[in-house]
């Protein structure tokens, strides 16, 4: 099975959006809701930030927000803060047997 | 709180066999899919398996099919992967990773602090 594309990197300044591309195909991302983003900061655990492509669950900051295209999603982080700074992985449901990542994108905050 | 406690790793040499474990606590445990997810050494996120609330459904990676078997016990709030013919590529953080839902539908909701695997002759 074939990994999301993510990125390498994305950086911005403090105060600015960014937005971190996931492209699939229409076998994950595109037919399927289950699209999913986690934040993981250096050597800790991933945390869950976005699920069902635009859900945020309780706790996480409003200003993190997903959305999908056709077999592409999208994490924006707006006002960006400093404690952004880390990796991000998307995740999607898929049709085959397996379950998929993205390679990851690491976010430098300026 | 939700609690995933993972244990079993350690080191191995090439073609020979580990068992992890995962003790789950502070929520309904036959309720939730469980999965299996692992970290390389300065690598990225990689699903390794998952299983379905009653072990109806279990999906595993292409890397680990026919080598490694994902299986829970309800009655023991517990989940294991039985790793077989390790090789030097399965070296990983493994994580146990609570689903949001009852399927395997990879939104990995909850997470455990990880077991180190090292696979080296």
């Known amino acids: 099975q074939s990994a999301l594309t993510q990125p390498a990197s994305v950086s911005g300044s403090p105060g600015q959006s960014i937005t971190i591309p996931c492209t699939g195909t229409s076998s994950d991302i595109g037919g399927y809701n289950y699209v999913s983003w986690y934040q993981q900061h250096p050597g800790k655990t991933p945390q869950l930030i976005i699920s069902?492509?635009?859900h945020r669950p309780s706790g996480v900051s409003n200003r993190f927000s997903g959305s999908k295209s056709g077999n592409t999603a999208s994490l924006t982080i707006s006002e960006l803060q400093a404690e952004d700074e880390a990796d991000y992985y998307c995740?999607?449901?898929?049709?085959?047997?397996?379950?998929?990542f993205g390679g990851g994108t690491k976010l430098t905050v300026l | 709180e939700v609690q995933l406690v993972e244990s079993g790793g350690g080191f191995v040499q090439p073609g020979r066999s580990l068992r992890l474990s995962c003790a789950a606590s502070?929520?309904?445990?036959?309720?939730?899919?469980i999965h299996w997810v692992r970290q390389g050494p300065g690598k990225g996120l990689e699903w390794v398996s998952g299983i379905s609330w009653n072990s109806g459904s279990a999906r595993y990676a292409d890397s680990v099919r026919g080598r490694f078997t994902i299986s829970r016990d309800n009655a023991k709030n517990s989940l294991y992967l039985q790793m077989n013919n390790l090789r030097a590529e399965d070296t990983a953080l493994y994580y146990c990773?609570?689903?949001?839902?009852?399927?395997?539908?990879?939104?990995?909701?909850?997470w455990g602090q990880g077991t180190v695997v090292t696979v080296s002759s």
């Open positions: 069902d492509v635009t």
């Open positions: 990773v609570k689903d949001l839902y009852r399927g395997e539908t990879g939104t990995f909701h909850m």
């Open positions: 502070g929520f309904i445990f036959d309720d939730y899919a």
């Open positions: 995740s999607s449901y898929t049709a085959s047997t397996a379950l998929v």
